[in-house]
């Protein structure tokens, strides 16, 4: 009975440490996959840890953009101003394709926010194509800032 018990936290050891880990780039993962991994992140900022889903946003953002945003604490702190907090820990969120050509898509995002406002982003995610471990992955160029779509009472 003490090895069934064992080996079950074990297993649940294993399983929150597999869940807190960061999903990366690959040429697998389609644009609108790449927008709803950021957002799924960003609906569940503060788990498992402090601030992982802007951690998990960042792993997708295109080198470009990362030299805009400056280094991860300077984005964390970006996704935590006035401009983008709607974004943390929002309640539910809907992603339309609004163009797409062979390098470049982008989408529409509306999020209903903590205090049950909606909010609209143009999001825009490229191909990488230099040399190196994101050669081919999509990656997200820009979001822009919100549009206040009113309340959802």
Known sequence: MKKIISYTIFILLNISVVSAELIKPSIEIEPAKVVNIQLSG??????????HGIKQTW?????ANKKYTGPLPKFINLLQSESYKMLLNHLDNEITEVFKS??????????????????????????????GPLKDCWLTTSVSNPISLGSSI
């Open 42 to 51: 960003l609906m569940k900022n503060d788990n498992p840890s402090k601030n």
């Open 59 to 63: 792993e997708f953002a295109h080198p």
């Open 102 to 131: 062979i390098n470049r898509y982008g989408f529409e995002v509306t999020i209903l926010a903590l205090d049950k406002k909606y909010y609209k982003f143009q999001w825009v995610v490229e191909k990488y194509y230099e040399d």
